[in-house]
């Protein structure tokens, strides 16, 4: 006899399974031992027993990490999966972003029964390699970047492979830390199976496996439906990247995206993108799939669900050996500000396709890695990541200070842990005035940060938009570009404009860092003059700002708007 479909339960497993990504997050959350995990630089997700991504407590863009994650695992294991078993992977040619980040995969079990898989990744602040951190532009090939992880069984029916983890140990900076959020992804992985058995005893292993193809099939719909919304034909985007990884001069290497919208198909294809080149700014295929669901995510109805039905109606075409999927053995431990390039150029292809809906995606990702040797002969290694905001939108300003759009709920590390826990202080974090893309909607101002450092260690940092500011749309400004100002020995340095740079830092040394801000939407002038006051009286906008690209006359006594001086100015 057939099941009668049960809408109310459908959602009720539905919320259930977004509950038990809530428990995975705060278990890996509270124990996780690195600045990194306490910031929100991790993503957990739940699988059916097919290796289907259908609960994801992450940013849109991680399914395409997940999902290639999964299927090497589901390649080299299948079949021989037992209660207790833990995958440790971290290799970028096995779906990982690249070897820092570090993913726990683990089967779940009930009564015996292979029920699904629960998954944690996050971000390491080392990996062994030839620079701290894992993560430089520097390195040429993959075996310079550090400890490459294949997926292998940490745990195998519960027993520790105490081989892998002393190894792992002796090849990186820091390994306490390490070990810690390891642990702690372990700990967010048996969270995630213990509920996900519960959700099965209380409704059972047919109810669950039929609201997965639901879920599944669901998303599929609803992202067809989205797609059919766009004007049949392509839309194309193109961008230079000018940075070479290496410090080359006068560098400029296409970038191309096309949207070719078929019915309720959608086929995005990379095709004119520069080769792949000889540093690690390379973008691993799984990140590429990533900046495309993560964009296409924000014209799908917010209730769907990002899951491998979503993925079904997109297509991506990026020819092996680009720099959006490099081959084996391309370095790819910078592909960050390559990344959210890409990341931006397919909200802005999007926005040509549906002009009214999507806005820019926004500023940041910019890091400070700092590691050397305490006092007391311990090693320390940590990075800071902040975020500028989002660009102008339809209808709204970007926000100022935030991840970008689709990108996650990642924050900045508090000053106060920073302090207390490595050698650095946090001399500043705030706004920079005028630095915003002016905009009918504008785009986040700039944020700066600074550090003075306490002992002496090994800096890289981290920039985006250093040469190509963020852009406007539809009449917008564009946004300041970002800066990095070296003080040593009180004598200050504006820092090459490249995307990593390595230093040597002594005590007293400071480093001050400007997020570019993000372009504005919509033509400056027609900006309500009331929102113009409100980002002087916040220290965002000044006044001379106001008149020059607003065309606001503010009263400078009474800081009030002079509405019939900004008429005169507007109609001129």
Not at 192 to 212: D, I, T
Not at 417 to 431: A, K, Q, S
Not at 552 to 572: C, F, G, H, K, Y
Request: aromatic share 10%.
């Amino acid at each position: 006899m057939e099941r009668k479909f049960d809408p109310i339960l459908v959602q009720v497993i539905k919320n259930e399974l977004a509950s038990v990504n809530e428990e995975m997050a705060i278990a890996v959350y509270r124990t996780g031992r690195s600045a990194m995990v306490k910031v929100g630089d991790f993503a957990t997700a739940v699988c059916d027993a097919r290796g289907r991504v259908v609960g994801e407590g992450a940013a849109p863009f991680q399914i395409g990490v997940f999902m290639v994650v999964l299927e090497a695992v589901l390649r080299k294991f299948s079949g021989s999966f037992s209660p207790g078993d833990v995958i440790l992977v971290n290799d970028p040619y096995s779906g990982m972003g690249h070897m820092p980040d570090v993913g726990i995969v683990a089967p779940a079990f009930w009564r015996g029964q292979l029920i699904g898989f629960t998954l944690a990744y996050s971000h390491h602040t080392d990996i062994g390699g030839r620079f701290p951190g894992g993560f430089s532009s520097q390195c040429t090939e993959a075996f310079e970047e550090g400890f490459r992880i294949p997926p292998l069984k940490l745990d195998r029916a519960g027993e520790r492979n105490m081989a892998l983890l002393q190894m792992i140990e002796a090849n990186v900076r820091a390994p306490e830390e390490w070990i810690g959020d390891v642990e702690a992804k372990i700990a967010g992985c048996r969270r995630g199976e213990q509920e996900l058995r519960a959700v099965v005893e209380k409704y059972g292993l047919e109810v669950f496996n039929s609201s997965c193809d639901y879920f599944v099939d669901y998303a599929e719909r609803a992202t067809r439906a989205a797609i059919r919304s766009i004007a049949p034909g392509e839309y194309v985007y193109e961008d230079t990247f000018e940075d070479d990884g290496l410090g080359g001069a006068g560098v400029s290497m296409p970038l191309r995206v096309a949207l070719r919208v078929e019915g309720d198909s959608l086929i995005v294809d990379f095709t004119g993108t520069a080769p792949q080149v000889r540093s690690a700014i390379n973008m691993p295929f799984g990140m590429t799939r990533g900046t495309v669901y993560g964009a296409v995510k924000s014209i799908v109805s917010p209730d769907v669900l990002t899951n491998v039905g979503f993925t079904r109606p997109i297509a991506i075409i990026a020819s092996e050996g680009t720099l959006v999927n490099p081959r084996h053995p391309a370095a790819v431990g910078g592909r960050a500000p390559l990344f959210f390039r890409i990341f931006d150029m397919m909200f802005r292809v999007l926005a040509q396709a549906l002009p009214q809906k999507v806005g820019i995606s926004g500023e940041g990702g910019d890091v400070m890695h700092f590691s050397g040797t305490k006092p007391d002969g311990s090693h320390f290694s940590f990075m800071d990541l902040f975020f500028g905001g989002w660009g102008g939108r339809p209808g709204k300003d970007g926000i100022d200070g935030v991840a970008p759009m689709s990108f996650g709920s990642y924050g900045s590390v508090p000053a106060e842990v920073l302090e207390r826990e490595y050698p650095v202080v946090v001399d500043g974090f705030g706004y920079v005035p005028d630095t915003e893309g002016a905009g009918k909607h504008r785009g986040s101002v700039g944020i700066y940060k600074q550090w003075r450092f306490l002992e002496p260690g090994k800096v890289m940092v981290r920039t985006n938009r250093l040469v190509r500011p963020s852009d406007g749309l539809a009449g917008g400004y564009s946004g300041e570009l970002s800066t990095n100002i070296l003080t040593s020995q009180g004598v200050e340095k504006i820092l090459p404009r490249q995307s990593h740079i390595h230093l040597d830092v002594n005590p007293g040394d400071r480093i001050y860092h400007r997020i570019s801000g993000s372009g504005g939407f919509g033509e400056p002038a027609e900006r309500d003059p009331r929102l113009v006051l409100a980002d002087i009286q916040e220290g965002k906008v000044s006044i001379e700002q106001a008149y020059n690209r607003y065309r606001v006359v503010i009263d400078p006594e009474q800081m009030t708007v002079d509405e019939s001086a900004t008429e005169r100015l507007r109609s001129n």
